[in-house]
Each structure stands twice: as structure tokens, then as C-alpha cells.
Nanobody
Framework: QVQLVESGGGLVQAGGSLRLSCAASGSIFGISWMGWYRQAPGKQRELVATIYTNGGSTNYADSVKGRFTISRDNAQNTVDLQMSGLKPEDTAVYYC??????????????WGQGTQVTVSS
């Protein structure tokens, strides 16, 4: 069984920083990319950032460019999201996301359980 487990998040004042971490565990054959999505109340889930295993190329939503940094440790199967200059509009549930293959299943997307980030003004 393959799963993603997030940690971090919480309450922070505007302008502050938070770091989210996500670890993939289980019978992992391979990981293509890992990333973060978020969903604010009443809104659709949106991409925040992704990072690829090979080459480490990254992709960011325009709204977080220059403020958030995604990184990963391929050996540990982890991905982090360093968030700085947080704004109230960053308030959302943040979900870890990965495209992985286990030894018993084909390549597919996996989701973490989500972690709340709240930015007060």
C-alpha cells in the first residue's frame, strides 16, 4: 500500500512563513513527480507547485511565484513546500500529490489527507 503523509501547516500571521512536508511510503516502484495543491472554502482545488524526479524541473502557480519554493529528496521520497510572504488568500487546505507506481499497481495519482494553512491578516 502506497500513501502520502503530510506534516506542517497551522496558523500564521500575514507576512510569515510555514513549511509543509510530505512523505511517500509503502511499496513504491517509482515516482514521476510530486507536488502540492490547495483548496480554499468554496473554491476548486488548484495547483500550487510541482517538481519532477528527473532533472528536478519545477512548476508554480503564478499566485505563489517568488514566495513559495518546492523541493524534494528523491532518496527519502519526500517533498517540501517552503512558504514565505504568506497572505490571507493563501488560506486553504493543502494537499500533497504524486504520480507514482507501486509494485502491485500501475502508475497513478495519489493524494495526501490534507493539512490546513490559515493566514491571519
Amino acid at each position: 500500500q502506497v500513501q502520502l503523509v503530510e506534516s506542517g501547516g497551522g496558523l500564521v500571521q500575514a507576512g510569515g512563513s510555514l513549511r509543509l512536508s510530505c512523505a511517500a511510503s509503502g511499496s513504491i516502484f517509482g515516482i514521476s513527480w510530486m507536488g502540492w495543491y490547495r483548496q480554499a472554502p468554496g473554491k476548486q482545488r488548484e495547483l500550487v507547485a510541482t517538481i519532477y524526479t528527473n532533472g528536478g524541473s519545477t512548476n508554480y502557480a503564478d499566485s505563489v511565484k517568488g514566495r513559495f519554493t518546492i523541493s524534494r529528496d528523491n532518496a527519502q521520497n519526500t517533498v517540501d513546500l517552503q512558504m514565505s510572504g504568506l497572505k490571507p488568500e493563501d488560506t486553504a487546505v493543502y494537499y500533497c500529490n504524486a504520480y507514482m507506481k507501486s509494485f502491485s499497481q500501475q502508475w497513478r495519482e495519489y493524494w495526501g489527507q490534507g493539512t490546513q494553512v490559515t493566514v491571519s491578516s
